[in-house]
């Protein structure tokens, strides 16, 4: 019955990859204001203030100097993802630490890839939130794909509070405490799938560290201000790892080809300089595959196995897996690292 659901919407898939992409019709955009709206029509991007633009600023999390836009008191990061304040530094933040060396207790780096434990997410959902259906049927679409279970909350201290916004956001991976998915009356149950994803400790598709193999980013047809929504997660410092061998464009974390395009002209292309159908219905099979790599059938919450040879980005620091050993490249060359209560040592040989 489970199982029946995916494949039930793997034909509608196919048939939305043929439909037109929606394209915005304004081809001269001249204020801020109609570059705001004109990405808030468009149900393929989540941005959290789709009537608001912050100023830039620079701040250091998970170790690395990233810009992000600052509305309402809230750092926004790829239009829809918020980046926890209290862990965020004004100022760049030390990562691996010499043998003996004591490291701050309270260092900014950020765990982007924290996962809930034994595949549980506890929710509380809002009681003024309009049509709660969107969130139940989002999380009876995670349960029906995924090993993940989402609790009513009961007492937990780490959940998601669905609440009422000004756009669709979310942090990314479990953050700790309370930590809030908003949703304006026009995201839709696969927006709120989408935010699940983030929640659950998925990055944006077109972010992963080797996006530029797969696509074309057109910086010049971005909105000014707002190129740094094209990072990768990696250029960011962020943790995280890629779960499927290539770019999958249908993945519900996929931003559509006119994300924050300032001229009606694509931002993002495949390598050929075509378009892709971008969606907002269900899972891919590379999301689910991404999301079963998370949490798997025996308990997960591991982020899967490491593989040797390739390079991770943990607790901020960009890392190669070799020999099940750590290896970072700093000013003094190759050298092994361990990871101990959080922290990044030298290893001595
Ligand atoms: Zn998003």
């Not at 989402?150 to 979310?170: A, W």
Request: net charge negative; with cysteine; aromatic share 14%.
């Amino acid at each position: 019955m489970r199982k029946l659901k995916l494949f039930f919407w793997l034909p509608v898939l196919s048939i939305m990859a043929c439909s037109d992409d929606p394209i915005s019709e304004e081809v001269q955009v001249e204020s801020e204001n109609q570059i705001e709206s004109s990405n808030a029509k468009d149900p393929l991007v989540e941005i959290a203030y789709p009537d608001s633009k912050g100023a830039v600023t620079d701040i250091y999390y998970t170790g690395m100097k990233m810009p992000v836009e600052n509305i309402d008191g809230k750092y926004i990061y790829q239009g829809d993802i918020i980046i926890p304040r209290g862990k965020a530094s004004k100022s760049p933040v030390k990562l691996v630490y010499e043998k003996g060396e004591k490291a701050p207790e309270n260092k900014s780096v950020g765990r982007t890839s924290a996962y809930w434990t034994d595949n549980t997410v506890y929710y509380e959902i809002d009681g003024s939130l309009p049509d709660k259906d969107r969130v139940y049927d989002a999380i009876s679409h995670w349960e029906a794909n995924t090993n993940l279970e989402f609790v009513k909350r009961s007492g937990q201290s780490n959940y998601i509070y669905f609440t009422p916004g000004s756009g669709c956001s979310s942090y990314v991976g479990m953050v700790g405490g309370k930590q809030n998915i908003t949703l304006a009356s026009a995201c839709s149950t696969g927006n709120t799938i989408h935010e699940i994803g983030h929640a659950v400790g998925l990055w944006h598709e077109q972010s992963r560290a080797d996006r530029d193999n797969h696509v074309t980013i057109h910086w010049n047809n971005i909105q000014s201000g707002r190129e740094y929504n094209f990072e990768t997660y990696v250029e960011a410092g962020y943790d995280g790892k890629d779960f499927t061998t290539s770019l999958d464009f249908g993945s519900i974390m996929m931003y559509s080809p006119y994300s924050f395009s300032s001229n009606g002209e694509p931002t993002i292309t495949r390598k050929d300089g075509s378009l892709y159908s971008a969606q907002r219905s269900s899972l891919s099979n590379g999301d689910i595959q991404g999301a079963n790599s998370m949490y798997s059938a025996n308990g997960g919450g591991t982020g899967g196995e490491y593989i040797n040879g390739e390079y991770y980005t943990i607790e901020g620091l960009r890392v190669l897996r070799n020999w099940d050993r750590w290896y970072y490249y700093s000013s003094r060359g190759w050298r092994e690292v361990e990871l101990r209560s959080g922290t990044w040592y030298y290893v001595f040989e």
